[in-house]
């Protein structure tokens, strides 16, 4: 059996909501609210799972951005377009990014700009990879915590300040520094593949890898490292 009338089967509508995907649209140097969509040429700020925010215009003076409400997206560009300027991204009250993508990895990169700092807190609601392809540093100062991978990709360096609590630490390539108050002695896997580097001489008596952590990889350790009882060396 079959339909000779296709039109029979009725007309049907399909609802399918995109991914959001926000420019930054702000120019001068200042400080800025993400949530105000007047910032963005979109009208609105991206916001959810797998959206793009795309904060890599030509700015022409150093900009603040300050993140006032928990935000959540997939994927972040930043760095100022001529690289002569630099985004210090902060958080204020309960504000934060959370990066989630519904496939593959969520992920941070870096293409353009002088020093990008980003003080607000990273949540990890899927592995995040991290991406710097310049001679400038971007630099995490906030907590970035979850229960998933960040995986650091480019020659650029990557630095870490704050309190750092992923459920795992891929260095593909590049350097990955320590800061001076940088922690990462909770992260049970950490991995250093060949070519890449891990910079621990600003940590004070060095880096201790500390207990049912794992060290493994065949790159580059630079600063003392003391391997303390219960951790492992592969």
């Known amino acids: 059996t079959g339909y000779s009338d296709y039109a029979s089967l009725g007309q049907y509508t399909l609802l399918v909501t995109l991914p959001s995907d926000g420019a930054w649209a702000a120019t001068a140097g200042g400080t800025y609210s993400w949530t105000d969509s007047a910032n963005w040429s979109s009208g609105t700020f991206p916001l959810g799972w797998s959206g793009i925010a795309r904060v890599n215009n ?3 003076g150093d900009q603040s951005i300050t993140i006032d409400a928990p935000v959540t997206i997939g994927r972040l560009l930043l760095g100022d377009a001529n690289s002569t300027h630099a985004f210090t991204l902060q958080a204020s009250g309960a504000g ?25 807190p990273l949540q990890l609601q899927t592995n995040l990879s991290v991406t710097n392809t ?11 915590e979850g229960p998933f991978v960040l995986s650091k990709y480019g020659f650029g360096r990557l630095v870490l300040t704050g309190n750092n609590e992923p459920n795992g ?24 593949g060949p070519g890449a580097i891990l910079d621990a001489s600003a940590l004070s008596g060095g880096w201790s890898l500390g207990p049912a952590q794992t060290l493994a990889g065949h790159g580059v350790i630079t600063g003392a490292v003391v391997a303390v009882a219960g951790s492992h060396l592969a």
Not at 169 to 192: F, K, M, Q
Request: glycine letters at 12%.
């Open 169 to 192: 630490l891929n260095l593909v390539e590049g350097t990955l520094a320590l800061d001076g108050t940088a922690s990462i002695t909770t992260i049970p896997n950490i991995t250093v």
């Open 134 to 144: 310049t001679t400038a540093d971007l630099i995490l100062a906030g907590t970035v």
């Open 58 to 60: 030509d700015i022409s």
């Open 96 to 120: 934060g990014l959370r990066f989630g993508t519904t496939n593959g990895s969520a992920g941070i990169a870096k293409f353009s700009g002088l020093n990008d700092t980003i003080l607000a």
